[in-house]
């Protein structure tokens, strides 16, 4: 079985930092695509950024310039450095990947449980 496990959210003042962390555990050959996604209260879960096998990255207008995604594909580990934070950036914090078990299953939308980032003075 594969699963996701987020880290890192917490309380920040703005303009302040965090690092996001999200492990995927399992029998794990390929991680083809991994995501950030957010949701605030009453809105809907909104794609933040992603990182494709090739390190091609995509973010959000909203964040450009202020967050950053990387992966560590020995860990199986996608990271969210997340920079200049805004009240507006607070949020539960998701992470989905696109991945392979060395079963070759492809499980094309593996959901964590998020992690809370709020952004307040």
């Known amino acids: 079985q594969v699963q996701l496990v987020e880290s890192g959210g917490g309380l920040v003042q703005p303009v302040g930092s965090l690092r996001l962390s999200c492990v995927a555990s399992?029998?794990?050959?390929?991680?083809?695509?991994m995501d950030w996604y957010r949701q605030s209260p009453g809105k809907e879960r909104d794609l933040v950024a992603s990182?494709?096998?090739?390190?091609?990255?995509n973010y959000a207008d909203s964040v450009k310039g202020r967050f950053t995604i990387s992966r560590d594909n020995a860990k199986n580990t996608v990271y969210l450095q997340m920079n200049s934070l805004k009240p507006e950036d607070t949020a539960v914090y998701y992470c989905?990947?696109?991945?392979?078990?060395?079963?070759?299953?492809?499980?094309?939308?593996?959901w964590g449980k998020g992690t809370l980032v709020t952004v307040s003075s």
């Open positions: 989905k990947a696109d991945l392979v078990t060395s079963y070759y299953r492809r499980y094309p939308e593996v």
């Open positions: 399992g029998s794990i050959l390929r991680i083809n695509l």
């Open positions: 990182i494709d096998i090739s390190d091609t990255t």
